[in-house]
């Protein structure tokens, strides 16, 4: 490929003056960018699957090597592989340059994101290919990965004949360096977490994997709402409360609901090498990183109270109450089905069936709405009109959140967050009575 585009660069330039560059450029970054989003990271997804399949997974997690060391082998080898791709595209990109048409600065940093990003999609199909222990479903991870490839790689080769005929130009990073660092962190962060989540799926259940995987989606969490609020703060044109309100709920709250599925759920009780390790600091301020449903109960509502503070201190009376709403809306759709589950199986079912109850509980309540009218009004089911039913929708409520408030029906959405949250308490409280016999009988 860089063979290729060389020549039909070089070809250019002896009829333009200076602009080659930018055009053979532009071809190498996405003859590079396939290679870092699709062959390479195809590559990581295959390492534990091949493992599953040749059965040496189990004599690898029998060494000493920790879980963690284990992942971070797989994807250092990737990395590597990274590299050498890099490297062996670095003589073409070097002639862009003499070509002209762009700078030095451009061309390193161009190379350094798209290496971070290359190393972060590793992360995500390492991730991937420990997440589920079935060939099955690991075999429908493949094909699904091979699809979204084929497209990739149909875009990208669009994308290169545009580029090599000058229909794209290289883009300038004079006042991107914010952009730049938010969003490098923002991949940094994430990656690590990629990286904690597949080593939890790896470790055994005697030992604690929860509390480096609650501190990194902590530190994420507290990133993302830098990243919202920060332009504010520095006076961005254009940029104002209510951006920072919409950008709460939209990115928070899914950063919110995705985690509180996977926090509330925890199992409560914990292996006695587990507790042994954690429990001194079972009454500490940072207690609620360490594992259990129970305390990541307290994990989920430390992210909420810390949300509701920027909203209470920049947006308006009813953009607090919206937040408000989403926050009830995450504490009910989590907490009711996870406290039934807890109460009727107690700690005998799995996590795997309270999280799928979680999943079934949310489009049964949501599609109810719909089911009410029918009964009262059944003409008025498939016209869109917005009723008082459709509270118990939390999509249609937050996007119609102004008729909510005018109809008066936010009430009820509280009613529904108070309900989570007595299912939240309930709980904490399993969670202590678990805690207190776990230390009595250890």
């Given at each position: ?84 791709l890099f490297a ?189 390790r954690v429990q ?11 594992p259990g449903g ?149």
């Open positions: 490929a860089g063979l290729l585009v060389a020549f039909f660069g070089l070809g250019d330039a002896l009829t333009s003056a200076g602009t080659t560059g930018g055009r053979v450029f532009s071809a190498l970054m996405f003859c590079l960018g396939l290679l870092g989003v699709v062959v390479v990271p195809l590559g990581a997804f295959s390492t534990l699957r091949n493992e599953r399949a040749d059965q040496t997974l189990d004599l690898i997690t029998q060494t000493s090597l920790s879980p963690r060391n284990i992942v971070l082998g797989k994807l250092m080898t990737q990395w590597v592989k990274l590299l050498t062996g595209l670095s003589p073409f990109i070097t002639m862009s340059f003499l070509l002209g048409g762009v700078d030095l600065q451009t061309i390193l940093v161009s190379l350094a994101v798209l290496f971070m990003w290359s190393m972060w999609v590793c992360a995500a199909c390492l991730f991937l290919s420990s997440a589920s222990q079935s060939r099955a479903m690991s075999a429908a991870v493949l094909v699904g990965l091979g699809i979204i490839a084929l497209w990739v790689l149909g875009a990208g080769s669009s994308l290169l004949f545009v580029a090599l005929s000058g229909g794209l130009g290289v883009p300038s990073l004079a006042g991107y360096g914010w952009a730049l660092v938010a969003s490098t962190a923002l991949c940094l962060v994430s990656m690590t977490n990629l990286i904690l989540l597949a080593e939890n799926r790896l470790a055994l259940a005697i030992e604690d994997s929860s509390t480096a995987l609650r501190i990194g989606f902590f530190v994420q969490y507290l990133l993302i709402l830098t990243c919202i609020t920060a332009p504010y703060f520095w006076g961005l044109a254009g940029y104002s409360s209510g951006d920072v309100l919409e950008a709460l709920v939209a990115l928070a709250g899914i950063h919110l609901a995705v985690t509180a599925i996977f926090a509330v759920t925890e199992d409560m009780a914990l292996s006695r090498r587990v507790f042994r001194k600091s079972l009454f500490r301020p940072f207690a609620i990183f360490r129970g305390r990541g109960v307290l994990w989920i509502l430390v992210q909420m109270i810390i949300a509701l503070s920027i909203a209470f201190a920049l947006g308006t009376a009813e953009e607090f109450r919206w937040l408000i709403a989403a926050c009830s809306y995450i504490c009910f759709f989590t907490g009711i089905p996870a406290l039934i589950m807890r109460y009727m199986f107690g700690e005998k079912i799995r996590t795997a069936y309270v999280r799928a109850a979680i999943l079934l509980f949310f489009p049964i309540v949501g599609v109810s709405a719909d089911i009410f009218q029918y009964f009262v009004a059944p003409g008025r089911v498939f016209d869109g009109t917005f009723s008082a039913y459709h509270i118990l929708n939390p999509f249609r409520t937050l996007g119609n959140w102004s008729q909510i408030e005018s109809e008066g029906w936010h009430i009820g959405v509280f009613v529904m967050g108070l309900a989570g949250l007595v299912a939240y308490v309930a709980l904490c409280q399993m969670q202590w009575r678990e805690d207190r016999y776990a230390a009595h009988s250890s």
